[in-house]
T-cell receptor, first 114, second 115 residues
């Protein structure tokens, strides 16, 4: 079965640079979630999109923005990167309206800011 | 304040032993998921429990949802080294407005099963 695809898997950037992470949800899934996970921490919810509209906002810094496109893939844009932004970034997807809230995660992008 | 308390945080046991991981909250969840995460990988959904008192089995893993839908447990029988990983519980909670829900996460239980 097709899973959530994220690219790139690894990314190294310097402070103050920008980064763009991409997420391709499971086919026919209409909702995308972005999470940030630091070492030894649970996933911290950043933002979610449903049918290309922002549906919920979590602890996403103002330096970050995201959007969902017509093909349902999503991109997380990160600017003015800081050392503290180094983390694993996960994307999850689901099909809304199925009754049970189940999110399916991608393999993640490991971002290292030096 | 962590809304979903998961315990224990770390667990190191010998192959063949049994273990239980707990996930507790004062909040009610519409459903609760258990995930297993390998280092550097995304969480993989193991099971979703929906009904209070529900018990689900996945081979040697038994998941239970509390009657009041505020807590859950994961019991592993005869643990094997392949069970090593981070186990996360996440409860689905309705947002204030609309029919949308979000996941509330526990901090995870890092399990090491030694041969």
């Amino acid at each position: 079965a097709a899973g959530v695809i994220q690219s790139p898997r690894h990314l190294i950037k310097e402070k103050r640079e920008t980064a763009t992470l991409k997420c391709y949800p499971i086919p026919r899934h209409d909702t995308v979630y972005w999470y940030q996970q630091g070492p030894g921490q649970d996933p911290q919810f950043l933002i979610s999109f449903y049918e290309k509209m922002q549906s919920d906002k979590g602890s996403i810094p103002d330096r970050f923005s995201a959007q969902q496109f017509s093909d349902y893939h999503s991109e997380l844009n990160m600017s003015s990167l800081e050392l503290g932004d180094s983390a694993l970034y996960f994307c999850a997807s689901r099909k809304r309206g199925q009754g049970i809230h189940e999110q399916y995660f991608g393999p993640g992008t490991r971002l290292t800011v030096t | 304040t962590q809304l979903l308390e998961q315990s224990p945080q770390f667990l190191s046991i010998q192959e063949g032993e049994n273990l239980t991981v707990y996930c507790n909250s004062s909040s009610v969840f519409s459903s609760l998921q258990w995930y297993r995460q390998e280092p550097g990988e995304g969480p993989v959904l193991l099971v979703t429990v929906v009904t209070g008192g529900e018990v689900k089995k996945l081979k040697r893993l038994t998941f239970q949802f509390g009657d009041a839908r505020k807590d859950s447990s994961l019991h592993i029988t005869a643990a094997q080294p392949g069970d090593t990983g981070l186990y996360l519980c996440a409860g689905a909670q309705r947002l204030a407005a609309g029919n949308n829900r979000k996941l509330i996460w526990g901090l995870g239980t890092s399990l090491a099963v030694n041969p």
